[in-house]
């Protein structure tokens, strides 16, 4: 089946199905799904160590990165909401070569651009590749473990964390290279082009929801997003603690690398970089610890919030030691908590809407990467940065706080009812 047959959502003859393509193993449908997702994301988040740079070169102040930053965040939510379950009915194949193929022309115009408008119109793009392979990826991720639908969720996890995390680390390397602001996008697009190879050769598993008598254009329309009953509470908690997790990790993406500097004294991208990523490689790193317990979720939330007011004391305090720590506190607790309520809510949907319901959970959570960003911005133009800062680490920690009590009380009367 050619990904040209999957994008008109019509099928070749079954004989010749059968005769054309790689026949990967599940192991290589794994690993490939999880690096597209992975490299698009460490493509999306190239741009934080190097901010910097571009606010001498296009004249950007605090507000204009996070505008900037804001327009990816919000390209990917109105992309989950348009298109999160096309990956049902074309296939997650021809979804994630798509998502590829925009990926490559917005790293491209964001690392070309010569103003805001062109930054934000790159970043866009980045954004609704995101949008289409973050359902494909995790529902391909499930469909290829069908009995293991736990560690569907932490391979997810796992790749959209560690790509979010990696994307500043190899940003801020690949700027020690000539043309600093130009070169870390024509490496990652050079990647992302080398990733088609493998798409296209693969040989597709037909798509689950073939189009329907109404037509390929009517299967595809925007859906309205719609839980049932059994799991609409763990949606909702997924969809908090999603949205609060990106508030931090938007926040470690956008405004943290001034923040951090201006604490450790230094200006090195290199270190800006990883300090900008421990939150996130803490997240992601999390993933692989095969920690159990009843209350995992509140202890996740605590530290989370725990993390975040240390951050600010830590640049209150002019205290470099302090800032590692807590930086990755806060990512091990988000990632804890995060994947217990991921995976909840992963479990109990149906396999044919999970796309669908999955990218609806990442609609409030990427939201979370967007509003208290851009009104951080807002507040470092009036009350200069570490005000501001403060002022959101406290917020944080309130609402992990309020999330953790609520999510205790769930637990206890879940085991009551046993």
């Known amino acids: 089946m050619t990904v040209l047959s999957e994008l008109r959502m019509r099928p070749l003859h079954p004989e010749a199905v059968q005769d054309r393509g790689w026949d990967a193993s599940v192991t ?14 460490s493509g999306a988040n190239l741009a934080t160590p190097i901010y910097s740079l571009l606010q001498v070169r296009l004249g950007l102040n605090a507000f204009g990165v996070t505008i900037a930053f804001a327009s990816y965040v919000l390209a990917l939510v109105a992309g ?19 998502a590829v193929l925009i990926g490559v022309v917005g790293g491209l115009v964001f690392g070309t651009a010569g103003n805001l408008a062109t930054l934000a119109a790159g970043r866009a793009l980045q954004g609704i590749a995101v949008a289409l392979a973050t359902g494909a990826s995790a529902a391909a991720l499930r469909d290829l473990l069908p009995s293991r639908p736990e560690w569907a969720s932490r391979f997810t996890l796992l790749s959209s964390a560690g790509g979010v995390a990696a994307g500043p680390v190899i940003g801020g390397l690949l700027t020690l290279l000539p043309n ?71 926040f470690c993406l956008s405004l943290a690398p001034g923040y ?30 095969a920690v159990r317990g009843r209350f995992l979720v509140p202890i996740g939330l605590g530290m989370l919030g725990v993390g975040v007011l240390m951050i600010a004391l830590a640049g209150a305090a ?59 911005g807002a507040a470092a133009g009036v009350w200069g940065l570490p005000a501001a800062v403060s002022g959101f680490a406290v917020l944080v920690f309130l609402a992990s706080m309020a999330l953790a009590i609520t999510a205790g009380r769930r637990t206890t009367a879940s085991s009551s009812a046993m």
């Not at 290589?28 to 994301?41: M, S």
């Not at 607790?333 to 995976?343: D, E, I, K, L, T």
């Open 318 to 376: 002019g205290l470099p030691w302090l800032l590692v720590l807590a930086s990755i506190a806060a990512g091990a607790g988000q990632g804890v908590a995060f994947r217990v309520v991921f995976n909840e809510v992963a479990g109990q949907v149906e396999p044919s809407r999970h796309a669908q319901i999955i990218s609806a959970v990442y609609v409030i959570t990427y939201l979370g990467s967007a509003i208290p960003v851009v009104g951080l």
């Open 260 to 289: 951090f500097a201006q604490i450790m004294h230094a200006d090195a991208r290199p270190l800006i970089g990883v300090l900008a990523a421990l939150t996130l490689g803490a997240s992601a790193f999390s993933q692989l610890l």
């Open 28 to 41: 290589a449908r794994l690993v490939l799904a999880g690096v597209v997702i992975f490299t698009l994301l």
């Open 180 to 250: 600093p602001t130009q070169t870390p996008f024509l490496v990652h697009a050079a990647a992302l082009l080398l990733l088609l190879i493998p798409l296209f050769v693969l040989r597709a598993r037909p798509a689950i929801k073939p189009a329907g008598p109404d037509g390929p254009l009517a299967a595809l329309r925007p859906r309205r997003p719609s839980v049932s009953h059994r799991a609409r509470a763990a949606f909702w908690m997924a969809s908090l603690v999603g949205f609060l997790s990106f508030a931090v990790f938007g």
């Open 80 to 98: 989950l909401i348009l298109a999160g379950h096309w990956s049902d009915h074309i296939g997650r194949r021809a979804a994630l070569v798509l």
